[in-house]
């Protein structure tokens, strides 16, 4: 089992930034690809960026490449997410989740957080 504990989210003008965190607990944090979801209302979960266990590997939804970056501190079991330029339509509920895989979908994942919201006004 892995336990994943998201943090950092809150309200935020546009063009603000805001870093998210998810510790990570349980399993060798580095035998998993760490990924970055979303979910508004009445959307679906949305895919925002995966980074490969190394780090090497790092893949952005074209929605937000450019404006956020993806990190991971191996030694400190915790991934990040640094958003920048934000806006209104970057607001819901922030995942972080754990992939034994690639991740590369969503279906690939096999723990996942309980979120953070994250707000932007406009």
């Known amino acids: 089992q892995v336990q994943l504990v998201e943090s950092g989210g809150g309200l935020v003008q546009a063009g603000g930034s805001l870093r998210l965190s998810c510790v990570a607990s349980?399993?060798?944090?580095?035998?998993?690809?760490m990924g970055w979801f979303r979910h508004a209302p009445g959307k679906e979960r949305e895919f925002v960026a995966v980074?490969?266990?190394?780090?090497?590997?790092?893949k952005y939804a074209d929605s937000v490449k450019g404006r956020f970056t993806i990190s991971r501190s191996n030694a400190g079991n915790t991934v990040f997410l640094q958003m920048n330029s934000l806006k209104p339509e970057d607001t819901a509920v922030y995942y972080c989740?754990?992939?034994?895989?690639?991740?590369?979908?969503?279906?690939?994942?096999?723990?996942w957080g309980q979120g953070t919201q994250v707000t932007v006004s406009s």
């Open positions: 989740a754990a992939s034994a895989r690639r991740g590369f979908t969503l279906s690939e994942y096999d723990y």
């Open positions: 349980g399993r060798t944090f580095s035998d998993y690809a």
């Open positions: 980074i490969g266990w190394s780090g090497a590997l790092i």
